[in-house]
């Protein structure tokens, strides 16, 4: 008998093949405001740990770029999967909004939401998954700059940058080796970022504060 290779068959095939290639710990769904700095970041943490593609998905929200869009499109993503790019509906266990504070209107709007979504969704296996909100003030690469500086009041996104590449010459948006770039230096930090979530909060703008070290410890544990 002819093997029936319709699309439809072969779709079944790739999402059959994807599943068996799924290690046993927990499937993650990040995305994240911009298109290519902070995807290629945990592209490469993901890389680095070897942690299975089929567990973490990493995307850019395809909504915009505001923070509010940023948490529908996750919450979309995950509702409904994306068949184009073969990926399931409900697949996670962890769903992570990743934007930034800047001078967004909607950003305490998208935080509000985000925690609205925590532990009221249930995924294929019919569990409630966790659904965070990873906020950066101003920007992300206020944690970048972590890993070389104690950062203990506000700075505007540029003066961000300007500080940073004192350390990174060479860094633009849409890099694609932050995390090797910087590796050396993440437990400081980690350090640093907890300090700055033990003194303010996502809500304390415009003081500095960022979420990134939750996710990127949560990917590092992981891979061990």
């Not at 970041?41 to 909504?63: G, P, W």
Request: with cysteine.
């Amino acid at each position: 008998m002819a093997r029936d290779n319709s699309p439809k068959v072969r779709n079944k095939r790739q999402l059959e093949r994807k599943r068996a290639t799924r290690a046993s710990y927990d499937r993650i769904l990040i995305v994240s405001e911009g298109s290519k700095t902070e995807p290629n970041y945990f592209k490469e943490i993901r890389s680095a740990y070897r942690l299975q593609t089929a567990n973490i998905e990493v995307r850019s929200s395809e909504l915009g770029t505001a923070p509010i869009q940023v948490v529908q499109y996750a919450h979309s993503l995950f509702e409904n999967g994306d068949p184009h790019k073969r990926l399931q509906k409900r697949a996670f266990e962890y769903v992570y909004a990743v934007f930034d504070r800047d001078a967004h209107d909607s950003y305490n709007q998208a935080l509000s939401l985000a925690n609205a979504l925590n532990g009221k969704l249930k995924n294929d296996n019919n569990q409630l998954i966790t659904f965070t909100a990873i906020p950066s003030i101003p920007c992300f690469e206020l944690w970048l700059l972590l890993h070389y500086q104690e950062i203990k009041s506000p700075l505007h996104r540029k003066d961000v940058i300007l500080r940073l590449k004192k350390y990174l010459p060479t860094y633009e948006k849409g890099t694609s080796s932050a995390f090797a770039n910087t590796k050396q230096n993440l437990e400081l930090a980690i350090s640093r970022a907890q300090m700055l979530a033990s003194k303010f909060t996502a809500y304390s703008y415009p003081e500095p504060f960022t979420d990134i070290h939750v996710l990127v410890q949560q990917l590092m544990t992981l891979g061990k």
